[in-house]
């Protein structure tokens, strides 16, 4: 019997659309649950692959390629899907507040929203620099800034603001795609300046010193300044200023630092850590409410750190499937332990990068080739339904 014929006992409402989520929806189109209604509510109707975001700002990937389309797999899933953005949680009633639609009952939620920089905690940031997420509008400002770049070639100043792996990807990205630009339209590649700025002593604080010394080198090689224990202190029209009293003047500011989770959050009673992200115990369910389970980003696991990155979003996609059929039928939740080493594939924007994991360096263009195998295979479980 179709999925939306059948008596609906339980209700899972799935709140974003991340990489822990469209593993969830996956998993139930593959088996599902008689009884029990999915419903998704994500502020996009096609969701970003992280892992190849970078590509696609360089050029080697469409829109297409990097996106999930989030009805269609909700379809597959048999789950409704609802454009909207989730504002509230209203946990007595059990209802999850939107900022269109009705309240929408639950049995169980899971929480899979991402993070995005904390632009508030540095003056003027929010006004006039840009965070790379949410993605969409980081899109839309990106596309704004091509068109610029096409239009009135000259002298441009990049600031990108965050040295981690996303910072030092998206910069190499960037630059690589709007040199091309200028290329192709005859004009001074070299009219282009990007400086990168980390509060660290280095850049790529969590990745070992061989990765380190390979990015200094292309950095260097590409003509990207780089400050290092230049903490970005303020921000105003055209010029950024550091905690030492540096100033640059940038005509475009991009923010990639450390993350920091929603507000709303805060209202929902639930337990968050210092940077405002939800505290899940190893079962990925919530510490505050047994109904509620988070993931990737926006989740941290109690006595476990993990880093911000969407491989453990990807990877938590399974045990969350699991847990949230065996909690919604009352059977003993299963615990999920998270790998301790993890392998990064860092790009460098033209098509070559570098792995990295714990201690192990490699690099070369078939890292690149073969960073473009692993994601590519992950987007086509999503496309060929
Ligand atoms: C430039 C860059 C490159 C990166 N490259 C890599 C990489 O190569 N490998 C890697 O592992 N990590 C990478 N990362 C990190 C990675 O992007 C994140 O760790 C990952 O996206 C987190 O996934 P998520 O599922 O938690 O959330 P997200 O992927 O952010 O998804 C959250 C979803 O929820 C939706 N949403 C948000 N708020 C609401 C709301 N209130 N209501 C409804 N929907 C909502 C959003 O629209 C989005 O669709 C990179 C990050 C950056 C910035």
């Known amino acids: 019997m179709p999925a939306s014929q059948q008596t609906v006992l339980r209700d899972i409402v799935l ?3 991340g990489h822990s989520h469209v593993g969830v929806l996956k998993h139930f189109g593959m088996r599902p649950l008689p009884g029990v209604r999915l419903t998704v509510i994500c502020t996009d109707t096609h969701t970003p692959y992280s892992g190849m975001l970078p590509g696609y700002i360089a050029g080697h990937y469409s829109y297409d390629d990097v996106h999930i ?3 269609r ?7 409704r899907f609802y454009r909207d953005e989730v504002v509230g949680i209203d946990r007595q009633q059990r209802q999850v ?8 009952t639950y049995d169980r939620l899971s929480i899979n929203i991402g993070s995005s920089p904390a632009v508030d905690r540095v003056a003027g940031a929010a006004e006039h620099a840009i965070p790379v997420k949410p993605i969409r509008r980081f899109n ?6 091509l068109e610029r770049v096409r239009q009135h070639p000259g002298p441009m100043t990049i600031a990108v603001v965050g040295a981690g792996a996303g910072g030092v990807e998206l910069t190499l990205a960037m630059h690589y795609r709007l040199r091309r630009e200028l290329q192709w339209l005859g004009n001074d590649p070299d009219a282009l300046a990007f400086h990168l700025f980390s509060a660290e002593r280095e ?3 969590t990745h070992n010193a061989h990765v380190r010394r390979s990015f200094e080198r292309v950095l260097a090689a ?19 200023r550091t905690r030492s009293g540096a100033t640059l003047a940038a005509d475009e500011m991009i923010w990639v630092t450390q993350a920091g989770g929603a507000a709303w959050l805060r209202d929902t009673g639930l337990a968050l850590d210092g940077s405002g992200f939800i505290e899940v115990g190893d079962t990925l369910q919530t510490v505050s409410d047994p109904l509620i389970f988070a993931a990737g980003d926006c989740a941290t696991m109690i006595g476990m750190p993990l880093e911000k990155a969407g491989v453990f979003a990807v990877r938590q996609g399974r045990p969350l499937a699991d847990n949230l059929r065996r909690s919604v039928s009352d059977l003993p939740l299963r615990v999920y332990r998270p790998q301790r080493r993890w392998l990064a594939l860092v790009s460098t924007g033209d098509r070559y990068a570098v792995a990295s994991r714990g201690a192990l360096h490699a ?6 080739r073969w960073k473009d195998w692993i994601d590519r295979r992950f987007m086509a479980r999503f496309r060929d339904q």
């Open 203 to 205: 850049i790529l604080p």
């Open 222 to 240: 590409r003509g990207v300044v780089v400050h290092c224990s230049a903490e970005v202190s303020s921000v105003s029209r055209g010029q950024l």
């Open 363 to 368: 690099e070369g263009r078939w890292v690149w």
């Open 69 to 71: 389309d989030l009805p």
């Open 73 to 79: 797999l909700a379809a597959f899933a048999g789950a």
């Open 140 to 145: 839309e400002r990106w596309l704004a800034l």
């Open 97 to 104: 507040r939107c900022r269109h639609r009705p309240p929408l």
């Open 15 to 17: 709140v974003g659309g």
